[in-house]
């Protein structure tokens, strides 16, 4: 603090001796309160006097700039991909990490991390990473595995991050997919719409995508719900779904006891005003929620800005990783914990990646 009082003392004494030098050399006679006859060599003199003091101007706003954004320089997002021969020797395994490392001595918090693929950087959320991460250490780097999470889409070539954070000093940065940082302290957070759906954006039309499984849960409740009177809309244009019960009961998890002798009517009715978000947040590699939102306006909009806004009335579809038959739903409700759930003997023992995949 004590160097940038000295800048702002540096910047504002190096203005006034700019005017007044300015004056004193180009004024007229007429004005000036004393008139000093002066030979060329001192007018030069002058002129490098006012040279000087502009290079000392320009120095003193560098250094409040590199002083501003000097723990902001140091933090940065990225993702790695690498291919490992799996057990049998005879087939590879995607790894993807998304690494958010802090290489200054002061901590930054509330950050917030988005993984972006393709030319068109279309972003897919936090993946597996926390939102947000609360707590950056000085001289850290955190890792999460998100290979499963690109699991669930088709074009995963050039992963890349960006990454919202605030420095200790109250400012707030983005570093951005490209690698650039910008200054985001006096930007407005609020909703703006979102671009038409993108197809890399949702990922695969299938159960290795657990967005996908959560919309076939719902849409099958809703249509159950709409058998006794309960009208909501399909989330698809197409042929309406036949037998409710029956889809539902088929993307439930078939080790969750209680989807036993469930009312899916009654069930569509409590979730009749909810709406799923676009993003998939993978608590663990067999564990995943998608976010369920009272506020239906807010459908095709995306938070734009350095601030999370949170969101009051909010539920939460848990699904669970079932190998080969891909996600199923676990629970509809507050999120269920991974260390809650019980899973059947052998289902963790090995990554669904290391078994070859899911291909279409």
């Not at 008139?35 to 320009?58: D, F, H, K, Q, R």
């Not at 933090?75 to 998304?98: C, G, H, K």
């Not at 939102?131 to 690109?150: K, N, Q, Y």
Request: a negative charge.
């Amino acid at each position: 603090m004590k160097t940038r009082g000295l800048a702002l003392w540096l910047v504002v004494v190096s203005i006034g001796l700019i005017v007044v030098s300015g004056w004193w050399l180009f004024a007229p006679n007429d004005y000036r309160i004393v008139s000093v006859e002066a030979n060329p060599w001192e007018a030069l003199s002058g002129v490098g006097t006012v040279s000087a003091t502009a290079v000392a101007v320009w120095l003193a706003a560098r250094s409040l700039r590199q002083e501003r954004g000097g723990v902001a320089r140091l933090v940065s997002a990225w993702v790695t991909v690498v291919f490992q021969v799996n057990e049998d020797r005879r087939t590879y395994r995607r790894v993807t990490t998304l690494y958010v490392g802090n290489e200054s001595d002061e901590p930054v918090f509330e950050a917030l991390v988005n993984v972006v693929l393709g030319s068109e950087r279309i972003s897919i959320g936090n993946l597996s990473a926390p939102s947000p991460i609360a707590v950056l250490p000085a001289r850290s780097v955190r890792e999460f595995d998100v290979s499963s999470a690109m699991a669930a889409h088709s074009d995963v070539d050039d992963p890349r991050a960006e990454l919202s954070f605030t420095a200790p000093n109250g400012t707030k940065w983005l570093r951005t997919a490209d690698g650039k940082l910008r200054d985001t302290s006096r930007q407005k957070t609020q909703w703006k719409p979102m671009p038409a759906a993108n197809a890399l954006q949702v990922g695969r039309n299938d159960s290795t995508n657990p967005l996908i499984v959560a919309i076939a849960f719902l849409n099958a409740v809703w249509q159950a719900a709409d058998s006794v009177g309960q009208e909501r809309p399909d989330l698809h244009d197409g042929e309406p779904v036949q037998d409710p019960g029956a889809v539902a009961s088929t993307v439930v998890s078939s080790f969750a006891p209680g989807w036993v002798g469930a009312d899916w009517a009654q069930i569509g009715r409590q979730l009749h005003s909810l709406a799923p978000t676009n993003y998939v947040d993978y608590r663990a590699e067999h564990v995943a929620y998608v976010k369920l939102v009272g506020d239906q306006s807010l459908q095709g909009f995306s938070v734009q800005g350095p601030d999370p806004i949170w969101i009051r009335d909010v539920s939460y579809v848990t699904l669970v990783l079932e190998s080969p038959g891909g996600w199923r739903v676990f629970g509809v409700g507050t999120r269920v914990e991974p260390e809650t759930i019980l899973f059947p003997e052998g289902m963790l023992d090995s990554s669904v990646i290391s078994r070859g995949g899911f291909t279409s």
